[in-house]
């Protein structure tokens, strides 16, 4: 994967500036630069970026379609900034302010660095602090009021007298296993045959995930496995985990698109209730502005977060993991 460009809220300014004035003398007059400083600043993130943002013309400073585009991107960047200025000045200065976060291992993996770009981008004065842990663990916190603002799986906190609680997407989940492992036959596998293989997993399962497990392992009767075989909070760590060993995990397939893509992983079930039930979790206490914040931005990351499409089928997603499945095959017809 390819590292993110790094593109700031001053880009989104001089962009804007430069867009609007049609020239870099006018532009920089309005940002209070010097001209040569706006001239560097333009052309340093045009280098970043591989390509021209601006080009000069008879009627002035005109955009490319990749100014365009991230003209488009900055309006939309500033604009969220000014709401979370907005949220956080209504309390006045921040300056010195510390938001403690609490996020399971999941909803860290899927949402948690993209808030964090977006909201200490905009909120520099907050000083965040981040634990990432069990449910039970963030769940503990949360109550206790160690975390402002907890990420977590809803359906261990609903009704909690001490909690305030707000919903978040869903989101499908698939077991996954590596290519070539006893699983990938071309089918969806039954739960009876998943509990036959060791899950490892982020976290201990809430009971509406592990009962139905559980239920299956029973009805097996042959199976002896542990349910979840192994946990460990790193999910990336437990994909390469689940490669080495053999093992079986469940996740939302966007978190492993480069590896489904190059057919190293491959996806071999989905079950109706492998749906994610996150949910954002407050201590019953007045909330502070910072927490009201994060979790507007993190609402709005939730919104954007893309689901891969499984494509009629959990083993078929032939339109994201097809490539290697598709050349076994016309191997094996020949």
Known sequence: MHPPHTFDLRDCQRLIALAEHRSFAAAARALELSQPALTRAIQALERRLGTPVFVRSSAGVQPTDVGLVLLERARDLLARASEIDAAIGRAGSMRGV???????????????????????AAAPDVAVRTFVGDWADVLQRVRTGQADLAVLELSLAVDDPLLETQRLREHPAHWVVRRGHPLDRGRDAGLAEIVEHRIVAATRMPPRVLEPLLRARGANGASTNQVPWLVHPDLMMNVRLAKALDLITALPLRLVRD???AGTLVAIGHEPWMRTQFGIAFPRRPRSSAATAFAEVLAEVDARFEDEPSKGGSPALRGVAGPARTARKSRRRA
């Open 98 to 120: 510390e938001l403690n976060l609490a996020f399971g291992p999941y909803p860290a993996a899927m949402l948690l660095e993209q808030a964090l770009v977006q909201f200490c």
């Open 259 to 261: 590896e489904l893509a």
